[in-house]
């Protein structure tokens, strides 16, 4: 086959998947939404969650505006002639040119958003409706809905960044399409601003109002967990929706975006490596990303249809089933893209073996570290294993042991993840080498675009993972309808099993996000230092050939990268303390002032929390998103180009090990209250600890600490490590010195 | 004045610290030592601590004994004529230096360790014995205990490095002074290789025992503090002295030696530059971190004059009062040393300002940064500042959202801590550029020894850091003696007020250990460069210019230096919830079976539970041990000499990062607590929340949460860091490929 023959299949994938996903959604909407009392649940609920996203975006908005102004007119008096990475449009044609690709990336995020919570806040009820009757019917509902988000959101990122790329002239082919990558990293940093935005916002929300509804009522009133007499309860479900769904929406689409975006850059060395070789569609190199991540989705489009299993199955396995079936396909995918696109003319790589076999071997490293981190995950934060079971034996001698043994284990989950990925970053780096794709230069350019083939093939996934993180909160909030409804026991029995399999599938997503990250970290800085060469060959200065952390700013800056990610996390945390606390004195008041609520005589104000939850996560967002944005410019400006690439590089390395431990250790944490929940635990006798008794409680401090650690710090973390890597590559030019 | 002359001072102030540690021991020791009652408890403790240290020490020695010999023999194995930084010596001459250099360092770090708790063990009863007297007499009694302790590891650390190095040609001048830096390195490893151990060990026991003895007596027996009903109290008060005497004196004597050696490495192409410029004394800038460390020692010893004050100061001020005599006096030693010792015979620095006079300003930055960083420390940990309020109202809702604000709290002092940390190495840096110490290949070699000269700077006023913070201990112990005891209240209330201030100046000295150990890092790795070239010169292999983080390995090595701070972590906070449940099970198990315990009938077996915790703590110290020297000996075989310089790097930024946080947050959640208990919370009524009350239990989560973060983990990373320098400079050539 021909590999400009195969770029078609980016419109056609996008296409298709925005079409399954209409059909998925009309086959959500038309299901059954229960009983009049649980469409009332969920009629408030959806306003709160609207009311919360139309505020939150007018705020993301307006700064998305700002920033998109600020940067066209910085780009435009920076970018000059002898700088600008293409001089034809330097100055004002490339600021305006990058100012726009920031607000369709800004805009594009904020739509990831929107359709992650549009349907989500509609699935809910209708789950809860069909766990009244089936395991299965809850399941694909659940899932259904879930994968509407996954993905228009994944579709949403291979047409935007299709899209801008074409506007901007990359179908043209030549010298061209070789400039395009570097006019669209706005793209990335527009996407990258809004999800920091979103996923700080919406996490503070959703864990202030887990954390304050439940200190409120489980703790202080003895009611039990979403108990409508609880003020907070209605806040508290429309966090699962503008946190979980929405941020990680945001999340996820800026990731795909921002790391495609990189790949391309790097496809440039290659493109001009088989431009001079006189390799057919020389093109095919920088288009490769695109087409790739196509036939990803096309498989996850397949594996939708092999969702389906047994009343008594764990529903996990079904699950899991259309994970493997869309790693699977994927290899296929893999194999065709790169045999079709990676067309040498003949020129092979190392022992004789075609180039396109190297690559593919590298791509095959990305899928294989997405199977690793789906076990990883499993292992620290399901209550079937060691990990867990210590934190749950911890709860036993009260709160203090069980916070001891949960950081323990949150601090040991980074070595099985940093020595993964160190593997993973090594082998496909060797493996690109060994295609010997080297340039006029002499250099080996073949590593570092074997890691990037690799973080391809790891997103290939990316739909199917998305639809199953989706599945979490639509399930949980499923039962939170159940429960705010009082439906029968049944219902809720159900919707608890889905809750417990949606935890675990909340936790695999980030370790994905997380592995991917870091794989990508590699790829950007790379991107970062491509561009700096190309600016720097333009204008005549000292090539960056090597990031010296024996200089003493670049030793600085990476001291201050490391630190940024402790600050920021600080900030993120501490803001789900203050909204919470102002929920709880407001909850306390209620019970105070309306001596009703408690015999069901009187209905709390829910919307009075939800206000001011809405305003307070708000207010809370802006700072650490400020912090986030503020201070790569001021170190870039401060201590220049070869220290900002040092605080990238290891504050990514800082990031990715500091949310390892917040999601990991959180999600333990979780997971042992539910394991004691579950009635796991037993004393010296065998006697059963269940609920209520001394070590529960202790275990439900572990799991309220971990809350702001796995929903706010560590999600807002992989976003700032992104951010760090797209606002050093599109102010690259301020930079240098 | 003569530099030469000026050098007869290391010995002159070494041994005057040492005669003046004796006479202040004979004081102390001729102290009245109280009742019977009090005598016995402090023999019960001090048994119980030297059947540990004599237990630990035997481990120690046989793991410092199969060291000496391994590095023997690695070193005679690689250290070839061709590689060689001392090409005469080669071989088996070299080999077995470095492996007595190695012993040596051991031997002095494990008699720093037990000269600590030598005089803390018979302080303790003499403070509590004049408590029952008079605050001036006890804090007076406390401080000059630990100053023997500050004096004597101080003057070991002096008279040792000098030692060896004389021993290995140093005082011979010319080119035997020149080699004589390379060939004691292996004294650093054996300092560090023991102070890990003894830090770990003593760490895990003292906080397995409190974290055991607070949990089974106060939560669950509701009996109070150190209350002799309790079978773990001794375990506890043995656990201050092992832990936090001996451990710190090992850990602040690997520091200062390390450093040392680290300034002296720097201090040779300064000799070289010195040399072919024909300046006088060349050697002098060798000798110059000795000569300025001699000056701070005697400031110290003047400093001790200083302590006295009236009965109703508070006894901070008593202690602060010395520690600015110190440093004034430092300044002035300072301004001497660099003034006779960098006699450049007319050469001017930029500016036409002398050479000597830009090094002094790094010098008193150094110094600057001490006091920086005493105050930080201050801010975080004290209560009546911000954070610790923070904690304190965060605990009324309860302990999940006091653990929240408290991790909040350890995460934001990176900031300021980084910040500091920053502007120290840039500005240091600055100074010493501007000596214009340029060598023969072109390059500016002044900014390294710029910040080498800061370190050293800082390190003036070690010995009185360490006298304050072992009279923390020795306070702590003495409140338990008197407790013990049973002593009039108006002695448990003179010991409560010194344990308070103890708590602040253990709190500071982990600030100035760790704000050191990062300047230190700096010229650590510097000093591995150096050796690495200077063996690279040799051998004609190519010279390492650039620690390249865009280099795969250096960025995969970096990462696991990152992860093995966490991972390091998490096994020692592991190693104490372990060890603190064995006791729980056995305390539990007197309590039990020995039912007149509870009215005084019955003496609870206390030998048992120091047995139990003695043995759990010794097998737990060897895995977190094993893992800090086996991974980056690893790391450095597999990924070589640049990638391993990157772990180090990356290490240090982290594991500084990392110890801050615990220090900090451990120290925070500890005053917490304290701020609670001194009636400072009120209600919204404005009524004191009080001991007992929920709010002050949720504190005492907080404080135990804390307890192996501030005193076992954070101290250990100071030492592995540490640990990772010397590794690295010790063991290059054979990572050298």
């Known amino acids: 086959m021909d590999a400009s023959a195969l770029q078609v299949i980016i419109p056609i994938a996008g296409i298709a998947a925005v079409a399954f996903a209409i059909y998925l959604a009309r086959d959500v909407l038309s299901r059954d939404k229960g009983p009049q009392a649980m469409q009332d649940v969920a009629d408030t609920i959806r306003e709160g969650a609207d009311a919360f996203i139309r505020r939150q975006y007018q ?13 066209g007119v910085v780009i435009t008096i920076v970018e000059t002639k002898d700088v600008a ?3 034809d449009l330097a100055g004002a044609p490339l600021g305006i040119r990058t100012g726009i690709a920031f607000l369709v990336g800004a805009v594009c995020s904020m739509a990831s958003g929107i359709i992650g919570m549009y349907i989500s806040v509609r699935s809910n009820v209708r789950t809860a409706a069909a766990a009244r009757r089936s395991v299965v ?9 879930g994968a509407v988000s996954g993905f228009l959101v994944v579709a949403l990122s291979l047409l935007g960044v299709w899209g801008i790329f074409a506007a901007y ?3 043209g082919g030549g010298q061209a399409t070789h400039d395009a990558p570097f006019l669209i990293v706005g793209f990335g940093f527009g996407a990258s601003f809004v999800a920091l935005f979103a996923q700080l916002g919406g996490g503070i929300y959703t864990k202030a109002a887990d954390v304050g509804s439940d200190l409120v009522g489980k ?58 070789s006189g390799w057919p569609h020389p093109e095919a190199w920088i288009f490769f990303p695109l087409v790739v991540r196509s036939f990803g989705l096309l498989a996850t489009i397949v594996s939708m249809f092999f969702i389906r299993g047994r009343e008594d199955e764990n529903p996990m396995n079904i699950l899991n089933r259309g994970y493997w079936v869309t790693t699977a396909l994927s290899v296929v995918g893999l194999a065709i893209t790169t045999n079709v696109m990676m067309n040498t003319g003949g020129a092979l790589g190392a022992n004789n073996i075609p180039v396109w076999v190297w690559f593919f071997g590298a791509g095959l490293v990305g899928l294989a570290t997405s199977v690793a981190f789906v076990y990883i995950t499993q292992y620290y934060t399901a209550g079937t294993f060691r990990p867990v079971r210590e934190i749950a034996e911890a709860s036993k001698t009260g709160p203090a042991t069980n916070i001891i043994s949960g950081v323990a284990v949150g601090f040991e989950t980074t070595f099985v993840t940093a020595i993964s990925i160190g593997i993973a970053l090594i082998a496909s780096h060797w493996l690109g080498e060994q295609a010997h794709l080297v340039n006029q230069q002499g ?19 990316t739909a199917y993972i998305l639809a199953m993180d989706t599945f979490g909160p639509i399930t949980d ?17 159900i919707t608890d099993r889905l809750d417990a399999v949606g935890n675990t599938t909340k936790a695999l997503t980030k370790g994905y996000a997380i592995a991917s990250a870091s794989l990508a970290a590699f790829l950007l800085f790379s991107a970062y230092i491509d561009k700096v060469n190309l600016i720097q060959t333009n204008r005549g200065g000292v090539l960056l050939t090597s990031v010296n952390l024996a200089n003493v700013s670049v030793f600085v800056a990476a001291l201050i990268g490391a630190m940024l990610v402790y600050f920021f996390s600080s900030l993120a945390i501490r803001a789900v303390g203050t909204t919470a606390q ?20 009187q209905r709390p104000d829910y919307a009075r929390v939800v206000d001011i939850t809405t305003r307070a996560a708000l207010r809370e967002m802006v700072l650490p998103g400020a912090v986030a944005v503020a201070t790569p410019i001021a170190v870039g400006l401060l201590l220049g180009h070869e220290a900002i690439a040092g605080m990238l590089m290891v504050g990514t390395i800082a990031g990715v090990l500091l949310a390892t431990v917040l999601n990991n250790g959180g999600g333990a944490w979780d997971n042992a209250k539910k394991y004691i929940e579950s009635g796991h635990l037993l004393d010296e006798q065998g006697n059963v600890i269940g609920k209520k008794t001394p070590a529960h409680a202790a275990a439900v401090v572990g799991d309220t600490v971990g809350d702001p650690f796995k929903d706010t710090a560590g999600p807002s973390l992989h976003v700032l490590v992104k951010l760090l890597a797209t606002i050093t590559l599109v102010l690259a030019p301020l930079f240098i010195r």
């Open 477 to 493: 909030n499923a039962g939170g309808v159940a429960e705010f409804s009082r439906a029968e026991a049944g219902a809720r029995e």
């Open 137 to 145: 019917e809850a399941v694909q509902v659940a899932m259904r809905g």
């Open 169 to 171: 002239g990359g179908l």
């Open 85 to 87: 990475d293409v001089p």
């Open 219 to 276: 703790i202080e009133a003895g009611i039990p967990e979403d108990d409508p007499r609880n003020a907070a309860v209605i806040a508290d479900l429309v966090g699962d929706n503008v946190g979980d769904c929405a941020g990680r929406g945001a999340d996820l689409f800026e990731s795909t975006a921002a790391e495609n975006i990189g790949a391309m850059i790097l496809g440039v060395a290659a493109f001009t490596i088989a431009q001079t």
């Open 443 to 461: 250099t080996n350019v073949g590593g570092i675009f074997g890691t990037a083939v690799a973080t391809m093939g790891m997103l290939m996934t």
């Open 59 to 71: 705020t993301i908005g307006i700064l998305a505006v700002l920033g998109a102004v600020i940067i």
């Open 582 to 601: 102002s929920i709880i004195v407001e909850v306390r008041r209620q019970f105070r002032e309306m001596p009703g609520i408690m015999d069901y005589t």
